[in-house]
């Protein structure tokens, strides 16, 4: 069976070589520390296509992150290759940490936000190359092959989780790519997912130990996170914009 | 006679011995008996197979390594006398050695990593602490900045 979309006669199933490693997967499921259990996500074989039978998402519960701890922006920054060249507005940043406070009751919540991977994603809506995309699991990210750095996605998303890149990179890492000119966000680690992982973010939260976010399906019933947000629910920033995000959150106020 | 015909000879030679220097030296890949595909096939077509399974890549999370420009690099990529993993910008890289040869311009690099994943994973990738900065003033010069 042949793949029809270009002439390169790519079989539609190739065979692997078996130096290119292509049967390796993640093991589904690790226990590091006792009682902790890094993730419980299935690999996905590397030949097999995304489809909407997934819906990625992160719940972060707000209660549990506190104000000084940061192992999820240094993860992220760390496994993204995210670099400074001295200009901090400058640099690319795909999460952050906020603290927030209740004006009348000041009590105060503090949590890392990020791209929040809507259903609906503003970004899409108003790139004019169709860079910005929602795959088909609710990952949104910028094909920066199509991307003409025009920024218009950067004005349009709410949560301002997007950055231009405004350097070039001496040494990108092999599966992040930056290229200057180009718009980046937060792409779920993307990669590492399509493995069988779980974000970087989540899991240094875990190591760290204050297990604030869980990385799971939502359209499973059965996760984790889906369990979490039956039994407790989850709020969306911003839920008057009606873009029903992939990442949720508890006890912001 | 004699001497002509040496001339002759030397005349002839001469362009193939100029030739051969002028032909790209491409550097054997490092794993491996045979590529994806035949050499002939690969020459004409890499560009093509890659570009194909890119879009599937990342659109669609088709992950096989078969056309997969990071497993070329794992593949290719070689390390110079010193140890080094060779940098695409010279002639010794594997994809520039031919591509100055036939002058056409790759911009691949510009975004993509020219050194293999194994060349991360040895050492602290140099991005963070690159320029003598410690890890926390930049996290913490980051986190003033966005707040
Ligand atoms: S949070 Fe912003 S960048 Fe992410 S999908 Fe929504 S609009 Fe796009
Ligand atoms: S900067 Fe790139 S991704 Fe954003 S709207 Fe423009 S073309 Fe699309």
Known sequence: MSCKSCDCNQPA???RRSFLGGSVSIIASMTILPGLVLHEVKAK???????????????????????ECDACVTACHKKHGIETHGR??????????????DPLTRKTSSFPIM????????????????ASFRREDGIVLVDRHLCIGCRYCMMACPYKARSFVHEETENPLPHTPRGKGTVEACNMCVYTVDKGGIPAC?????????QAMIFGDLNDPESEISQALLREGGQQIREDLGLNTGVRYQGIN | ???????????????LAAWSGVLPQIPEARKGESCVRPTDE??????????????????????NPQFSLVECINCHATKDDKGE??????????????????????????CHADKPEEAYKQANHPLILREGLSEDTIRNTLMEARQ
């Open chain 2, 42 to 63: 690969m020459r004409k077509n890499h560009m093509k197979y890659i570009l194909h399974q890119r879009d599937e890549t990342v659109h669609e999370g088709y992950r």
């Open chain 2, 1 to 15: 006679m004699r001497q002509g015909l040496i001339a002759l000879l030397i005349g002839l030679l001469l362009p």
């Open chain 1, 115 to 130: 791209c929040q991977h809507c259903e609906h994603p503003p970004c899409a809506d108003v790139c004019p190359t169709g």
């Open chain 1, 13 to 15: 199933q190739p065979e």
């Open chain 1, 202 to 210: 989540v899991e240094a939260c875990k190591l760290e130990g204050h």
């Open chain 1, 88 to 101: 901090p507005d400058k640099d690319p940043q795909w999460i952050r940490k906020l603290k927030v406070e």
């Open chain 2, 85 to 110: 993993w060779v940098s695409v910008k010279t002639e010794k890289h594997f994809c520039n050695s031919c591509h100055t040869y036939a002058a056409v311009k790759i911009d691949c690099f510009q």
């Open chain 1, 45 to 67: 074989p590397d030949d097999q296509r995304i489809s909407n039978k997934n819906r990625w998402g992160i719940l972060i519960d707000t209660r549990k992150c506190t104000t």
